[in-house]
Structures are given as C-alpha cells and as structure tokens.
C-alpha cells in the first residue's frame, strides 16, 4: 500500500483540467492506498482572496470534490489550513531551500511577469509549502497534470536534501503519476496553452449544458486541412485531446479520419464534444448542487479528515523534529 497525496487551489471551480489531470487518477488509487487529498486553502492565500470569499470557496471546492467521487471512507480529504503541522514543516524545510532555486522556477517567474505588483514572498516559497504538503505524509505517489512537474521536482529535491543532511533516509522521493504514465495536459479551446483558472478559458463540472456548448462552440479552429493526412493543427489538435478524454474512442477514430480525407466539418466535431462533455459532467453537476446544501455532510467530512491528517502529520512532525536534534528538557 502506498501512499498518496494531491491537491488543490480553491481559487474557483474545478474545471476539466483538474478532473483529467489530477482527480481521475486519484478517485482510482483511493481503492488501493493510503490517499491524502486536501483543499490548498493557505496556496491560495498568494492571491489575496477576500475573507468571504475565502471560505466560500473552500465549500464549493469540497463538495465538488465528492461529487467527482472522492470517498471520504476510503480517502482522507481535509483542509491544509486545519493541518498546523504542514506549517511546521514548511518553516523546517525553508532553512535549506535556496533563494536562488526558488527565483528559477518558471511558474515564480511566470507570476512575477504576469503580477509584478503582487511579488510576495509566499509565491517565492510556494514550491516548499507545496513539498511539505506531500512530505508530511511522507507520500510515495502524487497524481497531478504536466504543469506540476517542476513543483515535484523541487519536493524530490527537498527530500534528498534532507536525507542527506540529516544522514538519514527518511523521506520518500515523491513522484507525479498518471495511469496513463504521461502526465496531461488539457488544452484551453482559445488556441493555445492550457486550460485554467487565471487563463479564463475553463470548462466547468458545474457548467450547464447551454454555457458549456456556447464555450465548446466558440473554440479557435481554422480554414480546415487542405491536404490528404496533413499534420494537425495545433488548435484543432486541443479539440482532439478534449475528444479523447471525453468521447468514445470509436468518435475520435471517426473524426480524425475525417481530417485526415479532408472533409471534416469543425461545426459537427464541436457539437459532439459539447455533447460529450455535457453527458460526462452531468450526473458530476447534479452531485455538486445536493452536496453544497448539506452544510452538516461537509461539516462532518471536514472534521473527519482534519483528524485524520493530523494524526499522520504529527507522527512526521515528531520524528523530524528528532532528526534535527530538538529534545525536550
Ligand atoms: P491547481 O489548483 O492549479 O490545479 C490542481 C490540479 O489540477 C491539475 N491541472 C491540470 N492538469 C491537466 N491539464 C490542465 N489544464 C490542468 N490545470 C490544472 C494540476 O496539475 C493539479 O494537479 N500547486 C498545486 C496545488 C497543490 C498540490 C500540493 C498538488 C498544493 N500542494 C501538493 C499536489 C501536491 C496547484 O496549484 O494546483
């Protein structure tokens, strides 16, 4: 049994990105393993959100959680904000972490470039946060999409750094997973880059089935192949990888073929992916809106995780701090 941990920012509704990058994986390992999944509530935190919204937020996120089947029997599903001990060891892990190897990162920089008024010391430090969220469990596997590679790098990093000082094998090297061994990415339908939710291009799990179409309709194509079996074009190829994820594969064969003689009609792929992903969110979208008012269901499934992570958190806590050489009078 291995253990497992993921995550992720309650900064607005989760979108497809997050479902195919990060949850699908997780909802299958829950059966089998020892899973951790937590709400990023203090990651979110970089970003400034209002205290009303803040909590609002968190609530949204959480009952979409288990409305996507995150089993709060099987999986351990809390707030990090209710884990003091992750704190504990992100403080721990900073006095080895490198101003230098933080100003690196490309999403560090990528935040600088986009938000220069708003460089704020928890953007610089959010790759260690993010190693002590899976380091405090002492996680083997994280599920996660193709953007948090570089994070996940830095927490292996963290962890060998660690090991190597303390002369200790203590901690386990995380590594990202994916079923499908790649990690994914899920495209925006805008033409390039990915779908998220600072990019404003996501497709929602709360979405109705008239926003959701009006979205799929709208996405960047372009004047159509004009030769026999040509390379895709790369907008056309972000409709293909949403296919894939959504649709059957017989769909996809289909419409690729039908690129491939040149004489597809973009207007009938969009209709059926907006078909497809309407039949896939659906049942999710009807969960949300039940969960969302069952304020004691949440209430328990919080205090029930918060208990639990902290059980495994403080068993880390105590024993790092031993490492280091803390020792009571
Ligand atoms: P966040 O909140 O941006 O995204 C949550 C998860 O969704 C995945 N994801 C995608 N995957 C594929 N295609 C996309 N377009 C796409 N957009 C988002 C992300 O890869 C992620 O797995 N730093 C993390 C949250 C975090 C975390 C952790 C994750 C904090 N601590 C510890 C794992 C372990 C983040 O901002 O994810």
Redesign the pocket.
Known sequence: METV?????PTGNLHL??Y???MKNFIKMQNENNCFFFI?DY?SLTTHPTPGDLHGSVKQVLAEYLACGLDPEKATIYLQSDVPEVIELYLLLTMNAYVGELERTTSFKDKVRKNPENVNAGLLTYPVL?AA??LIHNAAK?P?????EQ?LEMARKFARRFNNMYKQEYFVEPQPFNFGENL???PGLDGTG???KSEGNGIFLIDDEKALKKKVMRAVTDSGPTEMNSEIAEPIQNLFTIMDVVSEKSTLDFFKEKYANCDIRYGDLKKQIAEDINLFISPIREKINDIKSNDEYLRKVALMGAEKARESASKTIKEVRKIIGFRPF
Do not use: E, L
Request: glycine residues 18%; positive net charge.
């Open positions: 941990v993921s995550g992720i920012r990105g997050n195919f990058g990060a990023a990651h993010m969220d899976i994280v996660v999409g193709k953007d948090q994070n994914i990415k899920i990915k779908m998220g």
